[in-house]
């Protein structure tokens, strides 16, 4: 039998979210991730620098999404892959990996989404494309991004993992999609609710979508809503996430004891730190020279 072949993405993608801070966090997450034993694939995507980006047709940056998009489809039906590992980047990085891996796996892939947000919008709600991307995934919304999916996923093979606090519209999609959702409770009590859903769904292979700000902003300071400039308004009525990463690991593992994990997507690093490190070493002389 043939090994099966792994593909690893660097897509440090800021455009859906239209934060340059996401280009930095994505080279840096690729730097910490442990040396690859399979094709290392970097998306080229056109850098912030003087680069502002504007509303095109609902959505903020949209030739440039696009074009970073078929790039890497591009990318991902060259290798032909079974297994893709993504490390963005906004929430948009995972769009064409998982609509690779639904065309793949057909009905055994479930999706996995581990965010405190469903990521189910529509131009008409938000024009932030990374928030649109699992709608996109289900074959809702923007035409351009839906086009990336050849097999849409049906609300029966999502399971939403540590949602919280929802909108009303996100509340009313996840009714009508008949979305599985487990609340970040329950994933500290013991992941019951998703390895119920893998076997009640007959999931054989999982995409893992797994967004940082899913996670706990006082313990884990490199997510959106620990942005040190912003102040304690900011993001009044946004949910934020409560995870701890053990949480998170222990809720994969058991996902991957009980099916096989053929996508892993990290996303929407943000670490302030390292970013105010960086603006400041090439602030001074000597280091900047």
């Given at each position: 039998m043939?090994?099966?072949?792994?593909?690893?993405?660097?897509?440090p993608?800021?455009?859906?979210?239209?934060?340059?801070?996401?280009?930095?966090?994505a080279?840096?997450?690729?730097?910490l991730?442990?040396a690859?034993?399979c094709?290392?694939i970097?998306?080229?995507v056109?850098?912030p620098?003087?680069?502002?980006?504007?509303?095109?047709?609902?959505?903020?940056?949209?030739?440039?999404?696009?074009?970073?998009?078929?790039?890497?489809q591009?990318?991902?039906?060259?290798?032909?892959?079974?297994?893709?590992?993504?490390?963005?980047g906004?929430?948009?990085?995972?769009?064409?990996?998982?609509?690779?891996?639904a065309?793949?796996?057909r009905?055994?892939?479930?999706?996995?989404?581990?965010?405190?947000h469903?990521?189910?919008?529509?131009p008409?709600?938000?024009s932030?494309?990374?928030a649109?991307?699992?709608?996109a995934?289900?074959?809702?919304?923007?035409?351009?991004?839906?086009?990336?999916?050849?097999?849409?996923?049906?609300g029966?093979?999502?399971?939403?993992?540590g949602l919280?606090?929802?909108?009303?519209y996100?509340?009313?999609?996840i009714?009508?999609?008949?979305?599985?959702t487990?609340?970040?409770?329950?994933?500290?009590?013991?992941?019951r609710?998703?390895l119920?859903?893998?076997?009640?769904?007959?999931?054989?292979?999982?995409?893992?979508?797994?967004?940082?700000?899913?996670?706990?902003?006082?313990?884990f300071?490199?997510?959106?809503?620990a942005?040190?400039?912003?102040d304690?308004?900011?993001?009044?009525?946004?949910?934020k996430?409560?995870?701890e990463?053990?949480?998170?690991?222990?809720?994969i593992?058991?996902?991957?004891?009980?099916?096989?994990?053929?996508?892993?997507?990290?996303?929407?690093?943000?670490?302030?730190?390292?970013?105010n490190?960086?603006?400041?070493?090439?602030?001074?002389?000597?280091?900047s020279?």
């Amino acid at each position: 039998m043939s090994k099966l072949k792994t593909i690893r993405l660097v897509m440090p993608q800021w455009q859906g979210g239209n934060n340059p801070a996401y280009h930095f966090g994505a080279q840096l997450l690729a730097w910490l991730a442990p040396a690859a034993n399979c094709p290392v694939i970097s998306i080229p995507v056109t850098p912030p620098e003087n680069n502002p980006l504007s509303d095109e047709g609902g959505i903020v940056g949209r030739r440039q999404v696009i074009a970073q998009l078929k790039r890497a489809q591009s990318a991902i039906q060259q290798h032909s892959p079974d297994k893709i590992a993504v490390l963005g980047g906004d929430c948009l990085v995972d769009l064409a990996p998982f609509a690779y891996l639904a065309e793949k796996y057909r009905q055994g892939l479930g999706i996995l989404w581990i965010d405190a947000h469903p990521d189910v919008m529509t131009p008409a709600e938000f024009s932030h494309s990374h928030a649109h991307v699992l709608g996109a995934l289900m074959g809702h919304g923007d035409a351009e991004l839906t086009a990336a999916v050849t097999r849409p996923i049906s609300g029966g093979k999502v399971m939403i993992a540590g949602l919280n606090d929802p909108t009303a519209y996100e509340t009313d999609f996840i009714q009508q999609h008949a979305i599985n959702t487990c609340s970040p409770d329950e994933i500290k009590a013991g992941s019951r609710p998703v390895l119920d859903w893998i076997e009640n769904e007959k999931i054989t292979h999982l995409a893992v979508h797994f967004d940082l700000d899913v996670l706990n902003f006082r313990k884990f300071r490199s997510v959106l809503f620990a942005d040190p400039d912003s102040d304690e308004k900011t993001f009044d009525g946004i949910g934020k996430g409560t995870l701890e990463i053990d949480d998170v690991i222990s809720l994969i593992n058991q996902a991957n004891n009980v099916s096989t994990i053929v996508g892993l997507g990290i996303a929407e690093h943000l670490p302030w730190d390292a970013i105010n490190m960086k603006r400041m070493l090439a602030s001074l002389p000597l280091i900047s020279d």
